[in-house]
């Protein structure tokens, strides 16, 4: 028996050996340009110059409301309204309570509404994943103008998943400045 293990004593290294080397399985190629990054869908910008043409307007949502919602197709880009005084601090957020698992959604900020009741096309602000998991959060936003802006929701993947609209609140600068805490 021991002259059998000192036959097969070499071949543990072997087996080391071979077992730490190199892979033979060869990975799929990445494609030039591919990205395993989520995609941040930008709503579209509409001829018409109102970034809420591009979009299925939901209304109004008050300072710490929300609205639970769904979204029915792929893209899709939600908008709600919310109305702030000049040089409100405001965060807001696509929250997990209430949405769906597994949902990545894109936030985008435009306005303030103007005159003639268009929002524009610039983007005030954006996010795509700072919120839980793949949802989207604005955690500080100054507005310095006061008035009505808008927030849209947007999803490439999240047909029938629910989700809980921006809820556009102050800022905890805003509330210190406001009650002097």
């Not at 395993?36 to 043409?53: C, R």
């Not at 965060?91 to 009741?117: A, C, K, Q």
């Not at 310095?144 to 929701?153: F, I, P, R």
């Amino acid at each position: 028996m021991r002259h059998a293990w000192n036959r097969l004593w070499w071949l543990v290294p072997s087996l080391l050996v071979a077992a730490c080397g190199p892979s033979q399985e060869q990975d799929a190629p990445t494609q030039v340009g591919s990205s395993t990054q989520a995609i941040l869908y930008t709503p579209p910008v509409p001829t018409s110059g109102n970034l809420v043409d591009s979009t299925a307007y939901l209304g109004p949502v008050g300072l710490n409301g929300a609205v639970q919602t769904q979204f029915t197709t792929n893209p899709q880009y939600l908008s709600f309204s919310f109305n702030v005084a000049a040089g409100a601090k405001v965060s807001l957020e696509v929250t997990h309570l209430g949405s769906s698992m597994y949902l990545d959604t894109g936030l985008f900020i435009y306005g303030p509404r103007n005159t003639s009741g268009s929002y524009g096309t610039t983007v005030l602000a954006q996010d795509d994943d700072a919120g839980y998991g793949q949802l989207s959060k604005v955690a500080s936003l100054t507005l310095a103008q006061g008035g009505e802006y808008l927030a849209v929701v947007s999803t490439g993947t999240g047909a029938g998943k629910k989700f809980v609209s921006p809820r556009p609140s102050p800022s905890r600068a805003t509330l210190t400045e406001r009650f002097g805490e």
